[in-house]
């Protein structure tokens, strides 16, 4: 069964500090993954896709099989980055697979 | 350029009430969920469809059903509401190959 796991709830960084949300991801064939973000009273929106391969707001995400992650990275995190973070898994054409979020508070 | 529309931003039933929940999308899209978000639980498939009149069970349907007579809408239905139906209630859409445009979310509160 295809499973999505964000380790981190919450994860607190200083601004200007480096940024890393993990997200682990569990199928046997060829994955497409995820970022999905949700800021405060926003709606639910894509952030960035693995198959793109582009940077958005500055995060970038590696897919890595051989470890099975799709980490979402940022090397200066911004006050407006503080928001709710979802990873998704696509398996075909089934519904997405989503973590249970990591919320991210960056400290001024 | 909203494209995912739910028609109630907010909501507050008593138990027991049959409850509708309608999301409507102006992109052609075949493909629409449902997806209920708890804090600490994420985002969980309540029900899906690919196509008119056709509908799919996800994680958790229980208490729930949907109605996709037209293309462009897909509403959720609470048979009878009751307080752990208390949710945020999201509706999305996708072209196939593609990923989720969300509509903004309907707050239901069940009292």
């Known amino acids: 069964a295809q499973r999505v796991t964000q380790p981190e709830k919450l994860l607190s960084v200083f601004k200007g500090a480096p940024v890393e949300l993990k997200c682990n991801y569990s199928y046997s064939g060829s994955p497409e993954l995820f970022w999905y973000v949700q800021y405060s009273r926003q709606r639910l929106q894509l952030l960035l896709r693995?198959?793109s391969r582009e940077s958005i707001k500055g995060f970038t995400a590696d897919l890595n099989k051989g470890e099975t992650s799709f980490h979402l990275k940022k090397p200066f995190a911004q006050e407006e980055d503080s928001a709710m973070y979802y990873c998704?898994?696509?398996?075909?054409?089934?519904?997405?697979?989503f973590g249970k979020g990591t919320r991210l508070s960056v400290i001024a | 350029d909203v494209k995912v529309t739910q028609s109630s931003r907010y909501l507050v039933k008593r138990t027991g009430e049959k409850v509708f929940l309608e999301c409507v999308q102006d992109m052609d899209h075949e493909n629409m969920f449902w997806y209920r978000q708890d804090p600490g639980l994420g985002l969980r498939l309540i029900y899906f469809s690919y196509d008119v009149k056709m509908k799919e069970k996800g994680d958790i349907p229980e208490g729930y059903s949907v109605s996709r007579e037209k293309k462009e809408r897909f509403s959720l239905i609470l048979e009878s509401a009751s307080t752990n139906q208390t949710s945020m209630y999201l509706c999305?859409?996708?072209?196939?190959?593609?990923?989720?445009?969300f509509g903004s979310g309907t707050r239901l509160t069940v009292v």
């Open positions: 693995h198959i």
């Open positions: 998704a898994l696509n398996s075909g054409n089934t519904p997405l697979v």
């Open positions: 999305a859409s996708r072209e196939v190959g593609y990923g989720y445009t």
